[in-house]
Protein backbone atom coordinates (compact mmCIF):
# COMPACT_ATOMS: atom_id res chain seq x y z
CA UNK A 1 0.00 0.00 0.00
CA UNK A 2 1.88 3.29 -1.05
CA UNK A 3 0.36 6.80 0.33
CA UNK A 4 -0.78 9.17 -2.84
CA UNK A 5 -1.17 12.67 -1.85
CA UNK A 6 -2.42 15.44 -4.21
CA UNK A 7 -1.68 19.05 -3.50
CA UNK A 8 -4.01 21.19 -5.32
CA UNK A 9 -1.81 24.72 -4.87
CA UNK A 10 -4.27 27.57 -5.29
CA UNK A 11 -5.94 25.58 -8.30
CA UNK A 12 -9.17 24.17 -8.72
CA UNK A 13 -13.06 24.82 -7.41
CA UNK A 14 -15.74 23.41 -5.67
CA UNK A 15 -16.88 21.74 -8.70
CA UNK A 16 -13.34 20.33 -9.74
CA UNK A 17 -13.19 18.73 -6.67
CA UNK A 18 -16.70 17.21 -6.90
CA UNK A 19 -15.54 15.90 -10.36
CA UNK A 20 -12.41 14.32 -8.77
CA UNK A 21 -14.14 12.75 -5.83
CA UNK A 22 -16.66 11.24 -8.31
CA UNK A 23 -13.69 9.85 -10.71
CA UNK A 24 -11.59 8.61 -7.40
CA UNK A 25 -14.94 6.34 -6.61
CA UNK A 26 -14.46 3.65 -8.80
CA UNK A 27 -10.97 2.62 -9.26
CA UNK A 28 -9.38 -0.42 -8.35
CA UNK A 29 -6.59 0.11 -5.91
CA UNK A 30 -5.48 -0.22 -2.19
CA UNK A 31 -3.83 2.80 -1.86
CA UNK A 32 -4.25 5.74 0.37
CA UNK A 33 -5.47 8.50 -1.34
CA UNK A 34 -5.54 12.04 -0.11
CA UNK A 35 -6.13 15.55 -1.44
CA UNK A 36 -4.55 18.29 -0.06
CA UNK A 37 -7.23 21.39 -1.01
CA UNK A 38 -7.46 25.56 -0.40
CA UNK A 39 -9.65 25.97 2.64
CA UNK A 40 -12.60 26.68 0.45
CA UNK A 41 -13.39 23.30 -0.54
CA UNK A 42 -12.01 21.09 2.73
CA UNK A 43 -16.08 20.40 3.45
CA UNK A 44 -16.72 18.94 0.19
CA UNK A 45 -18.45 15.11 0.06
CA UNK A 46 -15.39 13.06 -1.39
CA UNK A 47 -16.82 9.86 -1.24
CA UNK A 48 -13.97 8.20 1.51
CA UNK A 49 -11.24 10.33 -0.20
CA UNK A 50 -9.30 12.04 2.45
CA UNK A 51 -9.39 15.58 2.89
CA UNK A 52 -6.03 17.62 3.63
CA UNK A 53 -4.99 21.78 4.01
CA UNK A 54 -1.88 23.16 2.76
CA UNK A 55 -0.88 25.27 5.71
CA UNK A 56 -1.95 26.02 9.31
CA UNK A 57 -1.78 28.78 11.75
CA UNK A 58 0.69 27.64 14.51
CA UNK A 59 -2.14 29.89 16.93
CA UNK A 60 -4.46 28.07 18.27
CA UNK A 61 -7.07 31.43 18.19
CA UNK A 62 -7.08 34.67 18.76
CA UNK A 63 -6.28 38.12 16.50
CA UNK A 64 -4.22 36.35 13.36
CA UNK A 65 -6.42 38.24 10.68
CA UNK A 66 -6.39 35.44 7.69
CA UNK A 67 -4.77 32.36 9.44
CA UNK A 68 -6.75 29.27 10.22
CA UNK A 69 -6.10 26.90 12.75
CA UNK A 70 -5.81 23.22 13.08
CA UNK A 71 -8.88 22.80 15.08
CA UNK A 72 -10.73 24.69 12.26
CA UNK A 73 -9.64 22.57 9.88
CA UNK A 74 -10.48 19.42 11.16
CA UNK A 75 -13.96 20.78 11.86
CA UNK A 76 -13.92 21.57 8.21
CA UNK A 77 -13.29 17.86 7.66
CA UNK A 78 -9.36 18.27 6.97
CA UNK A 79 -7.69 14.85 8.45
CA UNK A 80 -4.24 16.26 6.92
CA UNK A 81 -2.28 19.57 6.62
CA UNK A 82 0.51 20.03 4.39
CA UNK A 83 3.38 22.10 6.67
CA UNK A 84 6.68 24.02 5.30
CA UNK A 85 6.07 23.16 1.44
CA UNK A 86 8.70 24.97 -0.29
CA UNK A 87 6.39 28.08 -1.76
CA UNK A 88 5.67 28.54 1.85
CA UNK A 89 9.26 28.24 2.64
CA UNK A 90 9.97 30.27 -0.23
CA UNK A 91 7.42 33.66 -0.13
CA UNK A 92 6.75 33.44 3.40
CA UNK A 93 9.71 32.90 5.16
CA UNK A 94 9.28 29.30 6.52
CA UNK A 95 11.73 27.98 8.27
CA UNK A 96 12.01 24.64 10.63
CA UNK A 97 11.13 26.29 13.71
CA UNK A 98 8.00 27.52 12.36
CA UNK A 99 7.20 24.14 10.86
CA UNK A 100 7.55 22.88 13.62
CA UNK A 101 5.47 24.51 15.46
CA UNK A 102 2.68 24.19 12.82
CA UNK A 103 3.24 20.42 12.77
CA UNK A 104 2.88 20.31 16.63
CA UNK A 105 -0.51 22.77 16.34
CA UNK A 106 -1.60 20.06 13.81
CA UNK A 107 -1.07 17.04 15.89
CA UNK A 108 -2.25 18.42 19.21
CA UNK A 109 -5.80 18.84 17.00
CA UNK A 110 -6.20 15.50 15.81
CA UNK A 111 -4.55 16.32 12.10
CA UNK A 112 -1.55 14.55 10.61
CA UNK A 113 0.61 17.20 9.20
CA UNK A 114 2.83 16.04 5.93
CA UNK A 115 6.18 18.10 6.66
CA UNK A 116 8.10 18.75 3.78
CA UNK A 117 11.75 18.85 3.48
CA UNK A 118 14.06 19.67 0.46
CA UNK A 119 17.03 21.26 -0.85
CA UNK A 120 17.14 24.19 -3.27
CA UNK A 121 19.24 24.56 -6.03
CA UNK A 122 21.81 26.28 -4.58
CA UNK A 123 21.94 24.17 -1.92
CA UNK A 124 22.42 21.12 -3.94
CA UNK A 125 25.22 23.06 -5.78
CA UNK A 126 26.69 23.15 -2.81
CA UNK A 127 26.94 20.37 -1.75
CA UNK A 128 24.71 20.40 1.18
CA UNK A 129 21.76 18.16 0.00
CA UNK A 130 22.21 15.74 2.60
CA UNK A 131 22.92 18.52 4.98
CA UNK A 132 20.02 20.72 4.41
CA UNK A 133 17.52 17.05 4.84
CA UNK A 134 18.80 16.07 8.01
CA UNK A 135 18.45 18.98 9.49
CA UNK A 136 15.07 20.04 7.80
CA UNK A 137 13.79 16.11 9.29
CA UNK A 138 15.44 16.41 12.81
CA UNK A 139 14.47 20.42 13.05
CA UNK A 140 11.04 20.59 11.49
CA UNK A 141 8.89 17.49 13.74
CA UNK A 142 8.03 18.41 16.96
CA UNK A 143 8.75 16.17 20.24
CA UNK A 144 5.75 14.86 20.69
CA UNK A 145 4.49 13.30 17.15
CA UNK A 146 1.74 10.90 18.62
CA UNK A 147 2.52 8.31 16.35
CA UNK A 148 0.85 10.65 13.47
CA UNK A 149 3.29 12.88 10.84
CA UNK A 150 4.16 11.66 7.14
CA UNK A 151 7.33 13.14 5.78
CA UNK A 152 7.76 14.50 2.10
CA UNK A 153 11.23 14.66 0.20
CA UNK A 154 10.48 17.75 -1.94
CA UNK A 155 13.70 18.71 -3.91
CA UNK A 156 13.02 22.15 -4.31
CA UNK A 157 14.41 23.04 -7.71
CA UNK A 158 12.85 20.06 -9.02
CA UNK A 159 9.09 20.98 -7.97
CA UNK A 160 6.64 22.18 -11.47
CA UNK A 161 10.23 22.20 -13.11
CA UNK A 162 9.27 18.81 -14.75
CA UNK A 163 13.13 18.49 -13.63
CA UNK A 164 13.56 14.75 -11.09
CA UNK A 165 16.26 13.78 -9.31
CA UNK A 166 17.95 10.64 -10.60
CA UNK A 167 16.60 7.06 -8.85
CA UNK A 168 19.70 6.91 -7.30
CA UNK A 169 19.39 10.60 -5.42
CA UNK A 170 16.13 9.53 -4.47
CA UNK A 171 17.41 6.65 -3.17
CA UNK A 172 20.23 8.40 -1.44
CA UNK A 173 17.80 11.02 0.49
CA UNK A 174 15.17 8.03 1.23
CA UNK A 175 17.37 6.31 2.58
CA UNK A 176 18.86 9.43 4.62
CA UNK A 177 15.49 10.13 5.59
CA UNK A 178 14.58 6.49 6.84
CA UNK A 179 18.31 6.57 9.24
CA UNK A 180 17.61 10.19 10.58
CA UNK A 181 13.84 8.94 11.65
CA UNK A 182 14.67 5.55 13.32
CA UNK A 183 17.41 7.66 15.08
CA UNK A 184 14.70 9.74 16.56
CA UNK A 185 12.62 6.46 17.78
CA UNK A 186 10.24 7.50 14.70
CA UNK A 187 10.78 4.53 12.35
CA UNK A 188 7.93 3.08 10.08
CA UNK A 189 7.01 6.76 9.76
CA UNK A 190 5.67 7.05 6.07
CA UNK A 191 8.07 9.16 3.56
CA UNK A 192 6.77 10.60 0.27
CA UNK A 193 9.02 11.60 -2.54
CA UNK A 194 7.41 15.22 -4.40
CA UNK A 195 8.49 16.82 -7.82
CA UNK A 196 7.37 16.38 -11.17
CA UNK A 197 5.37 12.84 -10.51
CA UNK A 198 3.75 12.13 -13.68
CA UNK A 199 1.63 8.67 -14.38
CA UNK A 200 5.22 8.07 -16.52
CA UNK A 201 7.56 7.39 -13.96
CA UNK A 202 5.39 7.25 -10.68
CA UNK A 203 5.96 2.97 -10.62
CA UNK A 204 9.43 3.91 -11.06
CA UNK A 205 9.54 6.00 -8.03
CA UNK A 206 7.81 4.28 -5.35
CA UNK A 207 9.63 0.98 -6.41
CA UNK A 208 13.14 2.74 -4.83
CA UNK A 209 13.69 1.72 -1.24
CA UNK A 210 12.04 4.22 1.67
CA UNK A 211 9.67 5.44 -1.31
CA UNK A 212 6.07 4.77 0.70
CA UNK A 213 4.58 6.97 -1.27
CA UNK A 214 4.31 10.47 -4.00
CA UNK A 215 3.48 14.05 -2.88
CA UNK A 216 2.20 15.44 -6.65
CA UNK A 217 1.46 18.27 -7.73
CA UNK A 218 0.23 19.74 -11.23
CA UNK A 219 -0.59 16.46 -12.03
CA UNK A 220 -3.08 15.93 -9.34
CA UNK A 221 -5.25 18.64 -10.82
CA UNK A 222 -6.96 16.56 -13.43
CA UNK A 223 -8.32 12.85 -12.97
CA UNK A 224 -7.01 11.77 -16.29
CA UNK A 225 -3.67 12.49 -15.29
CA UNK A 226 -3.78 11.94 -11.36
CA UNK A 227 -5.21 8.40 -11.47
CA UNK A 228 -2.71 6.46 -13.82
CA UNK A 229 0.01 7.58 -10.70
CA UNK A 230 -2.80 6.43 -8.18
CA UNK A 231 -3.00 2.92 -10.32
CA UNK A 232 0.85 2.74 -11.09
CA UNK A 233 1.59 0.43 -8.13
CA UNK A 234 -0.72 -2.15 -6.12
C1 LIG B 1 4.33 20.02 -5.01
O1 LIG B 1 3.95 21.16 -5.17
O2 LIG B 1 4.31 19.51 -3.87
C2 LIG B 1 4.78 19.27 -6.18
C3 LIG B 1 5.33 18.10 -5.99
O3 LIG B 1 4.57 19.85 -7.41
P1 LIG B 1 4.82 19.19 -8.87
O4 LIG B 1 4.33 17.76 -8.79
O5 LIG B 1 3.97 20.02 -9.77
O6 LIG B 1 6.27 19.27 -9.14
Not at 70 to 80: I, V
Not at 120 to 125: G, H, L, R, S
Not at 176 to 199: D, F, H, Q, R, W
Request: proline letters at 4%; glycine letters at 12%; aromatic letters at 4%.
Amino acid sequence: MKFIAGNWKMNGSIAALRNMAAALRDIDTQNKVVLCVPYTMLGVETNGVSLGAQDVSAHDHGAYTGEVSANMLKDAGAEYVIVGHSERRQYHGETNDTVRAKAAAAIAAGLTPIICVGETMDEKQAGKTMAIIESGVRESIPGDTNGKIVIAYEPRWAIGAGLTPTSTEIAEAHTLIAKTLESMGLGGTPVLYGASVKGGNAAEIMSIPHVDGVLVGGASLKPDDFIPIITSVK
